[in-house]
């Protein structure tokens, strides 16, 4: 008796509720169990999950020896055994399913489902030929079931992914289910396709649950339509039956068509026709709403596509009905009323329920969703995420609404697969609640940490719903005339903290102040703002938005065609929020031109102009102010802020890919070398002949919006002028030329850096060619001829230039490659900048420069495939790191995966470096450490405002791939 007493505890110490029966049930069972009970130590009912596990050993003992061999397939079958009775149940009965488990993802489940009653998957209409079908179908979607529920148990799959899984399965079903009951009714004059509604529709189906749908057909050509509807209602009813039939599996689940036109009183299938004349004259508002969610689902996918693509338009103009807004909440009190008493219990019809979420989310998508098309998503979390984008709802509020509803969603799962059951009433029973807080991920008390985390997130939901769903919207506070009292100071700055602005008072008093008296300006700004403060919202940045907005406002609100502009051309207005809320670079280059709004209203007004027409412009500028060089260069300086501008704008919009912006800012950094060195010769009147060798990012036509210019300076005497005299007019010429380009003024200065020169700071600054070459004969080391493969002629004497770049070829080109040793020695020096450049305290895992799979990583694979095989291959001879790589792909000598990665890593590392100078409004080359920086620069990328960690995620993601790929390439590991 101590024995078995001292088992018990042993039991409960692993976490069992009752030890001692625990004990009896291993020491009777005939299996050796003991070295598996540690396994069952973290699972959600380890008493259910122990006695599923003897009566699966005793139906097929080999599954002990699997378990024992596989720790993946031990940890999914733990888990769904610790959770679902059910399951458990099925797979004693289907032992052989077991290995389902095993496999990390299954095929098509449509296909699956179709051989599973004898269909061809790839047939027009598959009709089944298993001779007991409905067995076969629920046996086969169990086992998928099965395998879903083990993802989703060990956090494998997401609730999207869950979702998004059960829904496309229950289409399959039901395609498989059609199939069966094709083989009962002859329907080969139809088409019939079936419409998903509900959560089967939006992709958000339960593990158990009602499939709402609706049917359409058409007759085939020549068919009469009355026999072919007859036919097609024929098909749908036994359709239903396929999946409603208890069979010695069960029943899969009910079919509901309740939601078709005229509900259960109308036709059970209707043609397109007839289903769009109802919808136009008879539907009732609801009715809109359900089709919300409307998807083909199975039969004919064209006819179903045709059927939501028609009722779509319908569905987004619902709105504009009278009493719509009041008819659906009507119809939401309406369904509170009839909640029983256990309404505090319901996740779903309750307080704080599921339906709060879903029929706020699906009001404001009405409201808003017909003018605005990025609101028009079936799927709950999906469009929660579009209203918040949009700024219809604040974003705390919203990740408010989304994770109450996905800690709803989990726990209506758990509830369903413990006994497959369709149920939406939290149990009182403590045993019930242990195992849904255990399968939650809560251990230390699990009863009380579950009751306190859903009626938390039940409450906040119900405050959230009252907030969207009852109290109207607040009137815009720029459309409030100073006599209507309607919005008080406080209601304004409440409306304002709802679009998500961190300072609502600071941001009232710029609209006072844009709004304030009589005047045609502020009239203007009184329409225009109720607009802008959503477009605001929708940045990263709204406070800086409007501050901005402000500020140019000042500028220009008295020029008549500026607020004009706004008022009639939306797409001006809708890109200058966007880029006063993404870009404090672009603001500060926009409050010094103001007029450069102008070029907001087109995609063609922000493309990339050729360097022709802007060397053209340069070159006049400098001409007019012949004799003062200083206020030449300051135009030319002025037109080069404009083009940044341009170019930042596009780049924010996502009108240009990095590789385009990098050419850009090169061919304008080209442009102002060559208008400030035209002024700078005509200053000096310099006897020499001069030319600007490019460098680096310059070089490679890749720089940033913080990129210097890298440059070397190359000069030859004029006929009859002496070497000394020359030389002093060439350094008259460069140093002019560094003050005019550096001059205190509004527009971001090209700093000149001339340091990758020969003997660097110590040499001279400007040489001629015999100079160069003799230099690089005698001294040069392999970095230098490293450090040329990025040499281009940039600005000056063509003729010079291109003898400088004739002479760099032979260096940097050589014939034969590189020796060994050499390549040795430019692998040491990576190494050691490896380890001596990087900032004291910085990440290096986010360093886009020096870190691992940064830049530095991704170009110096690139050089030395080029100073290893470019004097054999002409293709590999380019300044540019993408182009060196995609020619080394093409001649086989780097694996076009490898290119890839690498490619993809360098473009990434090189977004984010210009994002951080766009954003921050100066350079940096590190992803910010703090969240609210990073926030803005995802966003800036393209994420959703709760994207910060995707971001981060991706970026160490590519990042951390293309090290292996450069270990491997460039160090030969």
Request: include cysteine.
């Amino acid at each position: 008796m101590p024995r078995i007493e001292s088992t018990a505890a042993r039991f409960a110490k692993l976490g069992f509720a009752d030890g001692a029966r625990a004990a009896q049930l291993v020491r009777q069972s005939p299996a050796d169990l003991d070295d598996l009970l540690d396994g069952l130590v973290d699972v959600a009912d380890p008493d259910l999950a122990l006695a599923s596990l003897i009566r699966l050993a005793e139906r097929e003992p080999s599954v002990l020896d699997a378990v024992r061999r596989d720790a993946e397939l031990r940890t999914r079958l733990f888990a769904v055994l610790g959770v679902s009775a059910a399951l458990g149940e099925h797979l004693v009965r289907h032992p052989g399913q077991v290995r389902l488990l095993a496999e990390p993802h299954l095929g098509e489940a449509r296909a699956e489902l179709l051989v599973a009653v004898g269909a061809e998957p790839g047939g027009d209409e598959p009709r089944a030929t298993h001779p007991d079908p409905l067995v076969a179908l629920r046996v086969a979607y169990r086992g998928r079931l099965l395998h879903l529920a083990a993802r989703d148990l060990t956090g494998h799959a997401s609730l999207s992914e869950v979702t998004s899984e059960l829904s496309d399965l229950a289409g399959a079903a039901l395609e498989a289910a059609l199939a069966v009951a094709r083989t009962e009714v002859d329907a080969t004059d139809v088409h019939l396709a079936v419409i998903g509604m509900g959560k089967c529709g939006a992709r958000e189906l339960n593990y158990i649950s009602d499939v709402d749908v609706i049917f359409v057909a058409e007759p085939r050509d020549g068919a009469d339509e009355d026999k072919a509807l007859r036919a097609a209602t024929r098909l749908a009813q036994a359709m239903m039956r396929v999946c409603t039939t208890t069979t010695s599996e069960g029943a899969l689940w009910e079919v509901d068509a309740g939601l078709r036109p005229e509900g259960r009183s109308g036709p059970l299938v209707r043609t397109l026709a007839s289903h769009l004349a109802y919808y136009r004259r008879w539907a009732k508002t609801w009715e809109f709403q359900a089709l919300l969610k409307a998807r083909p689902v199975a039969g004919d996918l064209d006819l179903g596509a045709a059927y939501v693509e028609a009722v779509n338009e319908l569905v987004w103009s619902a709105a504009a009905r009278e009493e719509f807004v009041e008819d659906v909440q009507a119809m939401r009190r309406r369904v509170e009323a009839h909640v029983r008493a256990e309404g505090e219990r319901q996740l779903k019809l309750g307080p704080g329920g599921l339906r709060d979420i879903e029929f706020a989310v699906q009001l404001l998508q009405l409201v808003h969703g017909r003018l605005d098309p990025l609101l028009r998503r079936r799927a709950t979390l999906a469009a929660l995420a579009a209203l918040s984008r949009g700024g219809y709802v604040a974003r705390d509020d919203a990740r408010s609404l989304a994770e109450a509803y996905t800690f709803l969603r989990q726990v209506e799962h758990l509830l369903q697969l413990h006994r497959l059951r369709r149920t939406h009433l939290v149990p009182t029973d403590e045993d019930d609640l242990r195992r849904l807080g255990r399968a939650l991920g809560m251990q230390t008390d699990p009863v009380r940490e579950f009751t306190a985390r859903w009626r938390r997130h039940a409450r906040e939901a119900r405050r959230l719903h009252e907030k969207l769903f009852y109290r109207p919207l607040l009137q815009a506070v720029a459309r409030l005339p100073e006599s209507e009292a309607r919005l008080s100071p406080k209601a304004a700055e409440a409306r304002l903290e709802a679009l998500g602005y961190a300072d609502p008072a600071g941001a009232l008093r710029h609209l006072a102040n844009l709004t304030a008296g009589v005047s045609r300006r502020a009239a203007i700004q009184r329409t225009l703002l109720p607009v802008m403060l959503g477009w605001f919202a929708d940045t990263p940045d709204p406070d800086a938005a409007l501050l901005g907005f402000r500020q140019v406002s000042d500028k220009l609100g008295s020029t008549p065609w500026y607020l004009r502009l706004l008022r009639d051309e939306t797409a001006v207005a809708a890109r200058m929020a966007r880029v006063l809320g993404t870009s404090r670079y672009a603001t500060g280059l926009l409050m010094h031109a103001p007029e450069a709004v102008a070029m907001l209203g087109s995609d063609d007004e922000l493309a990339v102009r050729s360097p022709e027409s802007l060397l053209g412009e340069a070159s006049a500028a400098v001409a007019r102010h012949a004799g003062d060089p200083e206020t030449a260069v300051t135009a030319v300086r002025a037109l080069r802020r404009r083009e940044l501008f341009r170019t930042a704008v596009a780049d924010i919009h996502g009108l240009i890919d990095i590789e385009t912006v990098g050419t850009a800012l090169s061919r304008l950094n080209d442009v102002t070398l060559q208008a400030a060195l035209d002024a700078a010769l005509g200053s000096v009147s310099a006897p020499v002949s001069f030319a600007i060798i490019s460098m680096g990012r310059l070089g490679g036509m890749e720089c940033s919006y913080a990129s210097d210019a890298d440059v070397m300076f190359v000069h030859a005497p004029r006929p009859g002028v002496g070497e000394r005299e020359a030389t002093d007019a060439a350094y008259a010429v460069a140093n002019e030329l560094r003050r005019l380009l550096t001059l205190p003024a509004p527009d971001p200065p090209l700093v000149i850096d001339p340091d990758l020169r020969p003997e660097g700071r110590q040499g001279p600054l400007v040489r001629t060619l015999a100079s160069y070459r003799a230099y690089y004969a005698r001294w040069s080391s392999h970095w230098e001829s490293q450090a040329l493969l990025r040499a281009r002629f940039s600005a000056g004497d063509p003729e010079l230039g291109e003898a400088f770049i004739a002479m760099a070829d032979e260096l940097r080109y050589p014939s034969g490659g590189l020796p060994d040793e050499a390549v040795t020695e430019i692998r040491r020096l990576k190494a050691r900048m490896e380890a001596e450049r990087l900032p004291r305290g910085a990440d290096p895992a986010l360093h886009t420069k020096l870190g691992p799979g940064g830049l530095s990583d991704v170009e110096w694979v690139a050089q030395l495939l080029q100073l290893r095989h470019a004097g054999e291959v002409p293709s590999l001879r380019t300044t540019r790191t993408l182009d060196a790589l995609r020619a080394a792909a093409a001649e086989e000598l780097l694996d076009p995966a490898d290119e890839e990665v690498l490619a993809e890593a360098w473009r990434f590392a090189s977004r984010v470096r210009d994002a951080i100078m766009l954003v921050k409004g100066r350079p940096g080359d590190s992803v910010p450490r703090e969240v609210g920086e990073r926030r803005l620069i995802a966003r800036a990328l393209g994420y959703p405002p709760d994207g910060s960690e995707d971001f981060l995620d991706d970026y160490r993601r590519v990042t951390r791939r293309a090290r292996r790929v450069v270990e491997r390439v460039f160090y030969g590991d």
